[in-house]
């Protein structure tokens, strides 16, 4: 009877330490990536990416684990892809506008100007008209592996001067991505500054520049940039893509299941911060109002055309890329 009872505990704890043994092999198993986003910490975009984080650390039980930094902590803005295709970052959170010296069709991809009234319409080229493989066909000469994109909504021109009409652009120096913003502007007469988010702050309180095309009014007002341009325009003329992609390297080593995870994370994220950005909207706007501050709103005959997404504007103007011109929803 002894023996016997030897051999059952004996068994059993064999049988236990196999059973435990996928939670152990699970646990060597977990993955750790960085990723650098485009925002400040202060910035609520950079709260919902570490929000999209502790998500999918969640969801994958801690098999994979996203470490967010913000703009800077890691390396410049202008150079995170370079350190994603490298390795020095896993992955990023940013704007493909930044890189098209790289590749001019990226201009267009990362922000079809006055093509969209909302994202939706954006997000529905991307993920059914085949936008997402042209971005993914882009990075993939840098090892890169765009996993989805996101919005964080329309975006508001912040100036010291009004400009209530196309004319007033002329003279202005305008801190403006790289991209069709850029050019529009530069037609219109603007005197286009190309600087990291970080530094516009400090460049319109030293003249450096008198414009700038940051983000949406409440991520303005988070900056401080009302404090000193006192002039905000809501001209709906840009609404750009954030994406959120991966060292390919890295990306080909994750499981399946865990691929999933991330292409159904990303949406999600996607929606979390265009609501959350949209209600922070409204609440500045009233604070601004309060303060006597009113965004200007152009007369419909100044304004381009926003009949539809991409409509009337692609008549007008030839785009860059010809397979998005012809895909775009519309």
Sequence with gaps: MAASRRKFLKAAAVGGALAGAPAIVRAQQATTWRAQTLWSAAELTHKCFEDFCERVKAASNGRLVIQPFAAGSVTGVFESLDAVSAGVLQAQASWPGYWTGKDAGLAVISDFVFG???????????????????????????????????????????????????EDFKGVKFRSPQGMTAEILTKLGASIVVLPGGEVYSALDKGVVDAADWATVSMNQRMGFHEIAKYPTKLFHSMPIQEFAVNMDAWKKLPDDL????????????????????????????????????????????????????????????????????????
């Design 116 to 166: 969209y009234q909302h994202p939706w319409q954006a997000e529905a080229w991307f993920y059914h008209r085949g936008g997402l493989q042209m971005l993914r066909s882009a990075y993939a000469k840098y090892n890169v592996y765009p996993v989805g994109v996101s919005w964080w909504g329309v975006e508001s021109i912040v100036s010291k001067k009004q400009i209530a009409r196309m």
């Design 259 to 330: 691929k999933a995870l991330l292409h159904t994370a990303v949406r999600e994220w996607t929606w979390d911060q265009v609501q959350r950005v949209a209600v922070d909207d409204l609440r500045v706007v009233r604070e601004l109002a309060a303060k006597g501050i009113k965004a200007a709103q152009w007369p419909s005959r100044s304004a381009p055309s926003r009949k539809g997404p991409g409509r009337s504007g692609r008549r007008r103007r030839r785009s860059p890329s010809r397979p998005m011109t012809r895909s775009s929803p519309g």
